[in-house]
């Protein structure tokens, strides 16, 4: 595991526990970049039509604390990161590709009380579901909230509209992390 800033531990008595990942500034600006690209590419593509303008920040925004929460996961587990990037129409092509080494989904928690896990992640054998937030307003650092083996967040997490989401309380520390867990 990489240096960090520290596990956090909340006030109220939990076994609920975050790794905080800052960012040395070549990698916040590689991160950006990849974002900036994520989104350039997708210029003129509508959103899918679930989503709701009103509670959605920027797709900038968006695409930028996405790349910088999936570096920042890759850097606490010593992992590999792509950092992807293609255009829509490649999507099909490239939608199951892991965001981090193999089989590890970055899903960045911004409204709710940890990550999502939809029925479509059930198709991936042996996928893993990390809950990041990268910290507004610059996101140079990156609470890293913990990690589920997708089927058991499904199993466990609560229904929502577009999948069921996985309580912060529910995931495992990362300093349990182990390659291939």
Do not use: C
């Not at 797709?59 to 293609?86: C, D, M, P």
């Amino acid at each position: 595991m990489t240096d960090f800033v520290g596990i956090v531990y909340p006030k109220k008595k939990t076994t609920w526990r975050i790794m905080i990942i800052k960012l040395e500034s070549w990698e916040y600006e590689y991160a950006s970049t990849i974002g900036i690209r994520r989104y350039t590419n997708n210029w003129g593509k509508p959103d899918a039509p679930h989503y709701d303008p009103k509670k959605m920040e920027d797709n900038r925004t968006a695409q930028v604390a996405a790349a910088i929460g999936e570096l920042a996961v890759a850097k606490a587990i010593n992992e590999y990161w792509s950092a992807s990037i293609w255009k829509g129409a490649d999507h099909a092509k490239y939608k199951d590709l892991a965001d981090v080494g193999t089989n590890i989904e970055v899903r960045r928690v911004r409204t709710q009380d940890g990550p999502a896990v939809r029925e479509k992640d059930l198709k991936k054998e042996g996928l893993i579901i990390f809950g990041v937030i990268p910290v507004p307003k610059e996101f140079r650092e990156v609470e890293i909230l913990g990690w589920i083996p997708a089927q058991e967040g499904w199993e466990k997490g609560t229904q929502m509209q577009y999948g069921r989401m996985i309580h912060k309380d529910l995931l495992n520390p990362v300093e349990d992390w182990k390659k291939g867990a």
